[in-house]
Each structure stands twice: as structure tokens, then as C-alpha cells.
């Protein structure tokens, strides 16, 4: 069977849809891929039999992430990798991901970084794992400490969560730069609206000193990113654990930089997990440099920045 390999046009944008739809219960994709001008040349997908649909996608979404010293490198995210399932199995993705490569290389990124269940896809072409952590433990019954008022979130706080992020990640490590689009549609597709984050006021002025997001599933609530002065953290988190135990939940993990003992508003006996789902490939940087950047004290890819 003749396979062709090519980047996209806005012509493939209802079959990238309908692939996406039949591979992933993610419907914020689509309004992901089309903040990137340039999507359709950095959108590679494979394509055979007579009616010409498409088999499988991969798409590189070009990020400033920080590296180990703090200085903002341009990265490929990889994204959005599909496979129509009869199409599966036979090599689409590597011949792909070999294309993004090559794209990758002449759009200058220094490294690629992606996320996935299924590390055995990419290991073969060139991406591999590193270590990450979160914290999970029972949710404490303790109240919050009260010292400051903690509040959901709403649009006229963007401004000044957006400054807490800026301000909390200015050199820390593995961090994606947010432009003002990000906030618009890359941070909400992943966390929701406004009101399902946080936010802590300074008692004395009412100005926003702290934000924080979390959700809350079936099985636990999720704490998945902080910014702001360290002194609110404690009433963020046990404003969580308040939350949670309405929902009827009994357990919480914690996604930030940090050790165990330091989410006690929230957790009882925590203990720390390491996962690895996170792959990075060298491109442009040397192997050291890439793996000095994702083991960095303090290193984290929010999952509001996801690809």
C-alpha cells in the first residue's frame, strides 16, 4: 500500500477534526492547534487509499521554554498524535515524527519535549524519558488557617494571575513562556474557566496574592498549579480540601515543585510518587543540556501549557 507523507492545508482541517474526535475524548484540540499562524506546515500526516484520508497526524507546536539557567530556549512540543485504529501498527508515527524532526531542525528548536502514556511509540525515534514527581496522600479534615480570603477565580482577575505566573516562573526551569493567547484559550482548554481556580486576597488590601488550580474527579482532587506568595498557600489548599471533601472525595495529589511534608493544609501522610511521561529528544542542544533542564531543582511543565 503507497503511503504518502505531507504537511497539511486548511482543505484537511474536517478530517484532522474527525481524526482527532475518533482518537481522543479532547475536544479543546482543534481550538489548540489553530492558535499556531503557521499549524499547517508544522501538521504532518500520512495518507493512502484511493479516497485519500488521512491515517495519522503528529503535530509540532513551537514553545519558549526555560532552560536549566533560566534562559527561555525555542522548543517543539509534539502533539496531537493520532492513528485511525486500522491504520495502526504499521510505522506511520516514526515516519511522521521523522518529519517533525527534520522541521524542528530548520525552525532552529534546541530540544522537543512531549507527554504520553505510551512511551514505547517514541522511544525508537530518538525521545526519552524523564522523571517526574506529585504527591498524594488522605485528605486532612483540618480547617483552613483563614489568615487570607480565598475565593474562585473570575475573568477580571486574568491580569494579575497572569502577573503571579510570570512573576513565580521567571527562571524556573522546564516552564513554557504564556502569551496573552495562551491565556486565552491554551490555559481554560485545560483547566476550565475562571471559576473553577482559586485565588487568595491579601487581607489588608484585597489585591490577589495567590492562584491556584486544582479539579476534582471521581477518585481525587488534582492540585495541578500554584503561583503566588508562599504565605497563601496553606488556606489555597485547605480551601481544596474543604471543596473536596463536599464532592465526597477522600484522597488528593499534588502536581508542584516541592517536597511531601510541605502540603499538610491539604494532604494527611503524604507520599511521593515518580512517574515518567514526560520524553525530550536533543536537537539543536546537546544531550546534557537537555537533561540538565528536565532534572533541574524545581523544573515543571504546568499542564496549562500543554500541546
Do not use: K
Not at 83 to 103: D, H, K
Not at 269 to 291: C, H, N, Q, W
Amino acid at each position: 500500500m503507497t503511503v504518502q507523507l505531507r504537511t497539511t492545508t486548511p482543505a484537511d482541517e474536517p478530517a484532522l477534526r474527525a481524526l482527532w474526535d475518533t482518537c481522543f475524548d479532547a475536544p479543546q484540540i482543534t481550538a489548540l492547534h489553530a492558535l499556531d499562524p503557521d499549524r499547517h506546515r508544522r501538521t504532518f500526516v500520512a495518507e493512502s487509499g484511493p479516497d485519500g484520508g488521512i491515517d495519522a497526524a503528529v503535530v509540532y507546536v513551537p514553545r519558549l521554554i526555560r532552560d536549566a539557567h533560566g534562559t527561555p530556549r525555542r522548543v517543539g512540543g509534539i502533539g496531537s498524535v493520532a492513528t485511525r485504529p486500522e491504520a495502526r501498527g504499521r510505522g506511520l508515527v516514526r515516519r511522521l515524527l521523522a518529519e517533525a524532526e527534520r522541521t524542528m531542525v530548520a525552525e532552529e528548536c534546541a530540544w522537543s519535549l512531549l507527554f504520553t502514556g505510551t512511551p514505547g511509540v517514541y522511544r525508537g525515534s530518538g525521545w526519552q524519558e524523564f522523571r517526574g514527581t506529585y504527591t498524594e496522600g488522605t485528605i486532612t479534615a483540618a480547617a483552613p488557617t483563614g489568615a487570607y480570603r480565598v475565593r474562585e477565580a473570575t475573568e477580571a482577575d486574568r491580569a494579575a494571575v497572569a502577573g503571579l505566573h510570570a512573576a513565580a516562573n521567571a527562571t524556573r526551569p522546564l516552564t513554557s513562556l504564556r502569551a496573552p493567547e495562551d491565556w486565552a484559550v491554551r490555559v481554560p482548554a485545560w483547566y476550565g474557566p475562571p471559576e473553577r481556580s482559586l485565588v487568595a486576597e491579601d487581607p489588608a488590601t484585597g489585591a490577589v496574592v495567590g492562584w491556584l488550580v486544582a479539579r476534582y474527579g471521581r477518585e481525587r482532587a488534582e492540585v495541578q498549579e500554584f503561583a503566588g506568595a508562599a504565605g497563601c498557600l496553606d488556606d489555597l489548599l485547605g480551601a481544596v480540601a474543604d471543596r473536596a471533601r463536599a464532592a465526597g472525595l477522600t484522597h488528593a495529589r499534588v502536581r508542584l515543585p516541592g517536597t511531601a511534608d510541605a502540603w499538610s493544609a491539604l494532604l494527611v501522610e503524604p507520599r511521593s510518587v515518580d512517574e515518567y511521561v514526560g520524553m525530550a529528544r536533543p536537537l539543536l542542544a546537546t544531550a546534557a543540556e537537555v537533561r540538565d533542564t528536565v532534572t533541574a531543582p524545581g523544573a515543571v511543565h504546568w499542564c496549562g501549557d500543554c500541546f
